[in-house]
């Protein structure tokens, strides 16, 4: 997908604020119509900017109170089966191929500890990892966010589209002035 413009980022942010927002309340936040509001919709999701991601759902709620962050060390060759075998594993969240020490970082969750020794295990049993460093979460100081980046986004299209429709005589004195 191309670059999103002023109005998908002003509807995305819209849709980050407030999840549960109809299609007639995001048009008149975004200043669109209806119809608008729904197109630019179908095709964020079908781009995959928009996802079904979960990232809004309270695990604590669900029973999962251990996060915990591993770093796993693994025989290149087989990154592909590991991240596959990664995948099979409901507690793995998320899986990141890194740089520096290590070669996946993935972020994990557990009801318990017992429940967390097992994830691990399944994990170390994945043919191709060697080895894995884990560190517990204790306390989440800033949850995963993206409003921030979409005001901001939002603001840069905003600058630019008033900066190109500024007249050329604010540009500054100009030689018949002088």
Not at 106 to 128: F, N
């Amino acid at each position: 997908m191309s670059a999103l413009d002023a109005t998908d980022l002003r509807l995305v942010l819209a849709l980050v604020e407030d999840p549960r927002a109809q299609i007639a309340e995001l048009a008149t936040r975004v200043g669109v119509a209806r119809n608008t509001v729904q197109s630019r919709l179908r095709r964020l999701e079908r781009a995959e900017v928009l996802r079904g991601t979960g990232r809004d759902v309270d695990l604590e709620a669900l029973g999962y109170d251990v996060v915990a962050f591993i770093t796993l060390e693994v025989v290149h060759r087989e990154l592909d089966s590991v991240v596959a075998g990664l995948r099979r594993i409901p507690t793995v969240l998320e899986a990141y191929e890194i740089s520096g020490r290590g070669d996946i970082w993935c972020r994990l969750v557990a009801g318990d500890t017992h429940e967390l020794q097992a994830s691990l295990r399944q994990v170390l049993r994945i043919r191709g990892v060697i080895r894995s460093e884990t560190v517990l979460a204790l306390h989440a100081h800033i949850a995963y966010r993206a409003d921030s980046l979409l005001r901001r986004a939002v603001d840069r299209t905003r600058r630019a589209a008033e900066a190109a429709a500024a007249p050329a005589s604010d540009a500054g004195p100009s030689i018949m002035d002088r």
